[in-house]
């Protein structure tokens, strides 16, 4: 590993010995430097069209395997370094997509790859345990360490999951538990219960719902995808749930400039919310949870204001629903706090907290109320994976160390006055920048000229993602620095010359 | 590692030469001698009570973060090997409860161990791709290689999926599509279908089920939950569908001494099917699929012949409802076949087989016609993880190579003529022994003497597992030889004793 480091040094260097001489990056505002040494590559590097000929071979190969509608391309991911994805036909590209957001500190980080090295470690790679009967002896402690270490405020307690889809469903599940208990006055079901519940009868398994907002997306497993409301394709054709959708505030942006209106909208939903939990009551059918995005991922981008959660957290309280804050994406960093929600500066946020993506494993947090008294309640065979757990615990080390959070707010800083520029230079095309840390977008005109910009600079070397109808999404690594954002922003420039 | 492994063989050669001198272990029939020299440990070795001194403090601390209810002992994995479970209290246990079902080749198996030193395939372990947009290179190979080298018959496709939930939610999901995809005759969705299913409501979500039976399990999401029935807990205070449940035959064992009875009791709960099927269709719930376990595993190892399959699979054909074999717990080797499903000899026996378990990764094979002809709509982020298929391919390997299914028959033969004894000698106390290779169960008088045996096994050295109600599993690895069986029988012969 050690000689396959040093040659990939060696290229870098005679990479930017060459890119000295080569005067293909221009800079909006400052040159694109480096702050520090490291091993990453210092720029894209394009040979083909992506996807090129290799990915194109692959993809027909799999395409006899699975659906392949949504490939992009191969990646060769041992190549990959930092903020730079390499394809299988040779491309670098600066990637400000991350695998749907969930690479936290960069391909092949030298931490990780440190963790993979340490013969102590390779144990929990190759026995996975059934973590709730037999956890490893250093279950708990890394728990402490990693997980609860970074736990929301109020939330003590976590549990971990397999992946995002698994966190919400097991953390509906503890709702209606919570609820249902609640209802009962903390007494032991009876039989009736026991029985009834086993043939998917009430009073067993009790009518219940999760209230959610359109334009929201919490996973695609049955449960979640009730809750899901973001692209028909996702839901089309499945058997659901008859739960409150209300609608999310639908802002205008810069948020600072449409203060007045964005509240009146804001009001709207709220009164909605209100009026959703009453209806269903009546229906028979309460509203034991309410789930939300602090930012609205998949489906858009979607922002509301700290005024607008505070207010949806107190009727939450004021109905005796859960209240459940959905970070799978807004999670671990992006958006300059570790949690997105952390941006509302309360002292009570919620009472789950979801999260999987950046931070390796799914899981939940939440309050000490909502752990089942019963166990087997909420349980699986494997619960999580202790290796992820490992590997997050170190990314966690560097995220402090190396004050990552810090670097998201400057990077992010200069990636939005970009966008301000742009969307300031280019009207008639891009609108509605928006966002925070680095976790940034911005509309464009429709949805096949989003697609166009993203496929072009997909072949300049940068890759985005799409969200929503016609936004495309920045969701870059936690190392993503100010140069990085300088490199996108000349690319990206350049593209846009061609719409003037 | 290398030398940690010479110190463990050092420490396993030192046991074996006290052992030559201690007379604890008495065979049933031969001495249980080991086949060929290997670094697993050569029985069980108690110090404490189980669970000791530490593991109690550990379940302390972890109580702090979650519910412990279900926590048996704290694990030291990197001393467990092959068969043997070492627990933090220094206790080494043969183990037949295998994480539930879930380690195929034993602890730290040198092959796996070997995967993870190969500095090539560390880039798997710290680069998790979103598999749906982003795959790596060898994806479509490895696929090839592994999981399509053992697909079951008539099953050309392969999904990965994170865990057992998620492939059978995602299965069933392949299943709507399908049918509904029938229904419309083929056609593009409406307008009115793409709106509809974005606010949960038909045509867009119509209302199918899925036929699932009494005492089946088949996870825990709320999808799976709604045809999972094999015990309260599961399933309480949470909300599900209205889905049809049809009784598992009830057999009385052994199967060919109560052939007339089983067939008669075989053809009650398939009258039933149809009716069910008939029933729920005038209720405007059609069954778009059929779910079922070869074997009852959770439920409490229920059987049925291979006639009830043939017949359950003719009435899916016949009502134009999939047929969805769920062979998480009963798939990867452990019947002496490599599908239970196999054990019916059927050209077309499945259009879905579901996995995950002891095939480290998640999954389903299907049909050509269950892959959805959109992309995304079978799709999440992760979609798996390559690193778990590397280690599946080396486990395929290994039971290649090492020819373990016919050492599974071998181990299983002794192993339920152990059983056999047993219940011929303890009629008051055991009945029903049956099973498929170390796939196997016996049935103990209650609930409460089943969970007492296990607490008495597991304080002589041996990991045993409940299932059903009063039943006793046995889920031993593949690497589980006949001298392992032995050493099983001894033990558990000696505990018996007390029950004379």
Redesign the interface.
């Known amino acids: ?1 050690a000689s ?1 480091l040093l040659c990939r040094q060696l290229a870098v260097n005679l990479q930017q010995n060459l890119r000295l001489s080569a005067p293909s990056y221009r800079c909006i505002s400052k040159a694109a430097t480096k702050s520090s040494p490291d091993l990453e590559f210092d720029g894209p590097s394009m040979k083909t069209e992506v996807p090129g000929p ?1 990915s194109r071979e ?1 993809t027909e ?2 395409d ?15 190549e ?1 370094r930092g903020n730079y ?1 390499v394809d ?1 036909d040779g491309n670098r590209m600066l990637d400000l997509y991350t ?2 957001s ?2 936290p500190i960069g ?3 030298p931490a ?2 440190k ?3 340490n ?2 470690n ?9 973590l ?6 250093n ?3 890394n ?2 360490d990693a997980l ?1 270490s970074i736990a929301p405020k109020g939330l ?4 971990t999951m ?5 966190s919400n ?2 953390a ?2 503890a709702i ?2 919570w ?3 609640k209802e009962r006055g903390n007494m032991k ?1 009876t039989k009736e ?3 009834s ?5 009430a009073p ?6 999760i209230l959610s907002f ?1 334009g929201g997306f919490h ?5 979640c995808l ?1 809750t899901t ?1 973001s ?13 409150p ?1 209300a609608p999310f505030p639908r802002l205008r942006y810069p948020l600072e400039e449409f203060v007045r209106e964005n509240a009146q909208e804001e009001a709207r939903c709220l009164e909605e919310v209100e009026d959703l939990i009453v209806k269903y009551r009546k229906k028979g059918k309460m509203v034991a949870g309410i789930v939300v995005e602090p930012i609205q991922s998949e489906g858009g981008d979607n922002h509301a204001s700290t005024d607008f959660f505070k207010k949806l957290r107190d009727i939450a309280k004021k109905h005796g629903c859960v209240f459940h804050v959905d970070e799978v994406q807004t999670g671990g960093g992006g958006t300059g706090k570790f949690w997105a929600h952390e941006h509302w500066g309360m002292d009570d946020p919620a009472d789950i907290v979801s999260f ?2 950046k931070m ?1 494993t799914g899981g939940y947090f939440h309050k000490d109320e909502l ?12 619960m999580g994976d202790p ?1 992820k757990n490992l ?1 997050l615990n170190e990314v966690l080390n560097v995220i402090r160390t190396e004050n990552l959070l810090d670097e998201v707010s400057r990077a992010g800083k200069v990636l939005m006055d970009g966008l301000y520029d742009f969307q300031a230079r280019y009207p008639h095309l891009l609108s509605a920048a928006r966002g925070q840390g680095t976790f940034l977008a911005i509309d464009v005109t429709d949805e096949a000229t989003r697609n166009n910009l993203i496929i072009k600079a997909r072949n300049k070397g940068v890759v985005l993602g799409g969200c929503g109808e016609r936004s495309i999404r920045f969701r870059p690594t936690l190392v993503f620095k100010q140069h990085h954002a300088h490199v996108f922003l000349n690319i990206f420039n350049d593209i846009l010359a061609e719409y003037k």
């Open positions: 590993m396959t290799r692959l190969q799999l006899k395997i699975q659906n392949t509608g949504a490939i992009n391309f191969f990646c060769n991911y041992e990959s994805l299988v695998q749907i969930s690479i391909y092949n980080h990780l790859l963790v993979m090295q013969p102590q390779l144990s929990a790679f190759v026995n996975r345990p059934a709730g009967i037999l956890p490893p002896e279950f708990p402690g728990l402490l609860l003590r307690k976590v549990q397999a992946c995002g889809s698994c469903e097991n509906y599940k209606f538990i609820y249902r208990n079901p219960d026991l029985d519940c086993l043939i998917n009868q067993g398994c009790p009518e219940f719902s359109m996973g695609r497993t049955l449960g009730a409301h692209k028909a394709m996702h839901k089309l054709d499945v058997t659901t749930f008859d739960w959708i999987s993506k390796l752990t089942p008294a019963e166990p087997y309640r909420i349980f699986n065979t494997w290796s590997l």
